[in-house]
């Protein structure tokens, strides 16, 4: 869908056929699903035309939707003049392969995931995102090889890509794509490496965190927190990059906001591997800030959304602060009631209009507050390692010069500042 959707703009816009199967009976979840997948579809710059949906016992092992069922849907496809089949679920390889094959390649099968993968290959802007995503893609392509991948010889090139005697053209693309995935993955720890030694560098200062379903207003919060300006947009995963910026509260309190890419329901674990160093911002925080959309009617699945990938990234122990946003898109004071009682300590605020901006600040103050002490620090002249630490990592608020030792009166992290101690008495 990519490159006829995004580059291909001046066209009318490529009509879409959602397939959604679903095992059991119908229920609200269902729907709920559908309305996220065509969002994706119009972040891409498709058109939903049609919504076919099917309850089953169980999923048809070669077919995926069963191939009656299959032939009318392409029967229609055709009558449509539709381009693509956007199927509404995870499709195995060996399916997404006999689908292609029986709808003769006059359409285009997609499945969930590789319509994230087309959506995140559009918004990815730094080296750092772009690497990833080309990873995710390349690892979700390799077992779903058919022929009509073979213009990936030529995006590839380079030394090695010719086939040896008796090679068909699908092993030379694996061979290829195996070579590109080792090669980005390189890459990828040379950049993870680089993140440690800036990390290494904010080790003082408290961390903070967004992290939210996307499209919950992370952007907005982050613009509002730190008054610059921040890429938004009404659309799923506007943005992928981390973006960082440093909000002085005051003279003694400051800490690093960090925003990354935006969660969605089951994310694909691909790409939550591909994306770990990005996502790696959140081990380091000391705090998250949890945003969820007040207004929309899944707040809490998306809640559960936000846990699972917390979950699955080792950092669901990290301190946090649950911050309902877009508080001006709702008039129900059941329904705050009814989230304050179930959230103690959460806050609702409104990113776009600026309300409870300054409620928020003084909840984080209070947590850096909270995991800052302040002490006095006696440091002989020839302990200048010690010296180095102190001006690197704490925040001094005074010096003074004796005979044998400078005297520090510092604050922060305490961790920290008491294991300088610790080094001071060896």
Request: glycine share 4%.
């Amino acid at each position: 869908m990519q490159s006829h959707l995004e580059n291909d703009r001046e066209h009318k816009k490529d009509c879409v056929i959602i397939v959604a199967l679903f095992i059991g009976s119908p229920s609200l979840e269902d729907q709920y699903q559908i309305n996220e997948l065509e969002r994706l579809i119009n972040t891409l710059g498709g058109i939903v035309i049609d919504k076919v949906v099917q309850y089953r016992k169980k999923i048809d092992s070669k077919f995926y939707i069963g191939k009656g069922k299959l032939k009318t849907i392409y029967d229609y496809a055709l009558e449509q003049k539709c381009k693509y089949i956007v199927i509404n679920n995870d499709v195995s390889p060996s399916q997404i392969k006999n689908i292609q094959a029986f709808f003769k390649d006059k359409m285009m099968i997609k499945d969930r995931t590789g319509i994230i993968l087309d959506i995140f290959n559009k918004h990815a802007k730094t080296k750092e995102s772009k690497t990833q995503i080309k990873l995710a893609q390349l690892e979700y392509f390799l077992p779903r090889l058919t022929r009509q991948w073979t213009h990936l010889e030529r995006q590839m090139g380079g030394v090695g890509t010719r086939g040896g005697p008796g090679e068909t053209q699908i092993e030379i693309d694996r061979r290829l794509i195996r070579n590109q995935i080792l090669k980005l993955k390189k890459e990828l720890i040379k950049i993870s490496n680089n993140r440690l030694i800036q990390k290494k560098n904010r080790e003082a200062i408290f961390k903070v965190s967004l992290v939210g379903y996307t499209n919950a207003g992370k952007s907005t919060v982050m613009r509002s927190i730190s008054n610059k300006a921040t890429y938004i947009k009404d659309e799923l995963f506007a943005t992928l990059d981390t973006s960082t910026r440093r909000i002085e509260i005051d003279r003694n309190n400051a800490f690093i906001l960090s925003d990354t890419v935006g969660f969605i329901r089951n994310l694909p674990d691909n790409l939550i591997a591909s994306f770990r160093s990005t996502l790696g911002e959140l081990t380091d925080s000391n705090l998250l800030l949890k945003i969820v959309d007040v207004s929309s009617v899944e707040l809490e699945m998306h809640l559960d959304s936000i846990d699972s990938v917390l979950n699955h990234l080792s950092v669901s122990d990290t301190n946090y602060l649950i911050v309902f946003n877009k508080i001006d898109k709702v008039n129900d004071d059941y329904l705050i009631k009814r989230l304050t009682k179930s959230y103690p300590g959460s806050l609702f605020i409104s990113a776009h209009k600026h309300i409870n901006i300054g409620l928020l600040i003084d909840a984080i103050k209070e947590q850096i507050n909270k995991n800052n002490i302040q002490e006095k620090i006696c440091v002989p002249y020839d302990k200048g390692k010690i010296i180095n630490q102190i001006y690197s990592k704490c925040n001094i608020l005074k010096t003074i010069e004796k005979e044998t030792y400078i005297e520090f009166e510092v604050s922060g992290n305490s961790s920290i500042i008491l294991n300088i101690l610790e080094q001071i008495k060896k």
